[in-house]
T-cell receptor, first 118, second 112 residues
């Protein structure tokens, strides 16, 4: 149980295009999902916290107009990287927290999406 | 100064050895401490979590927290090649909904 999927697992795009990454909780409902970015040999850095039905909360230094987050249902959150540039190339990972009283009070991580912007 | 410091390694040990992984932190508000294992090009997998100071054991893994020293450890007994991965410590002020602050991760290789 407590499986989180991400799609796509890898994407290569041209500079200036937009890319959408999906994060799904497969066997539980998640009121809160988190989006992280991980550069090579570096730690996971929280980008934003996404709550179902409300606006995402972005960490300091993360441009909300560039990284659009939509948490439309209890099992799906999407991250759209708008007008992507090579410096946006990174490993994007989501995590999901089950609803209170659900599987467990922890965060479960997806497998990550490798974004390469040419 | 980073909130969480973790030696990035790499750390290589022979199969069967005891592995000790550590993190130090500066924020005394952290109450929950977690260890994640991350295989190459995969998302982190939660191994263990502990609340406040103390020890917790799960199979070959033991997590220790010393809040007075702001120091946490993960011990792996009878290490196996399949334990080769990057191990990340993480901590938060609350559990579940609070944001996690991660260490940089220690890359571990178990040599058969």
């Amino acid at each position: 149980g407590a499986v989180v999927s991400q799609h796509p697992s890898r994407v290569i795009c041209k500079s200036g295009t937009s890319v959408k990454i999906e994060c799904r909780s497969l066997d539980f409902q998640a009121t809160t999902m988190f989006w992280y970015r991980q550069f090579p040999k570096q730690s996971l850095m929280l980008m934003a916290t996404s709550n179902e039905g409300s606006k995402a909360t972005y960490e300091q230094g993360v441009e909300k107009d560039k990284f659009l987050i939509n948490h439309a249902s209890l099992t799906l959150s999407t991250l759209t990287v708008t007008s992507a540039h090579p410096e946006d190339s990174s490993f994007y990972i989501c995590s999901a927290r089950p609803q209170a009283g659900g599987t467990s009070d922890t965060q479960y991580f997806g497998p990550g999406t490798r974004l390469t912007v040419l | 100064q980073k909130e969480v410091e973790q030696d990035p390694g790499p750390l290589s040990v022979p199969e069967g050895a005891i592995v000790s992984l550590n993190c130090t932190y500066s924020n005394s508000a952290f109450q929950y401490f977690m260890w994640y294992r991350q295989y190459s090009r995969k998302g982190p997998e939660l191994l263990m979590y502990t609340y406040s100071s103390g020890n917790k054991e799960d199979g070959r893994f033991t997590a220790q927290v010393d809040k007075s020293s702001k120091y946490i450890s993960l011990f792996i007994r009878d290490s196996q090649p399949s334990d080769s991965a990057t191990y990340l410590c993480a901590m938060s002020r609350g559990f579940g909904n609070e944001k996690l602050t991660f260490g940089t991760g220690t890359r571990l290789t178990i040599i058969p």
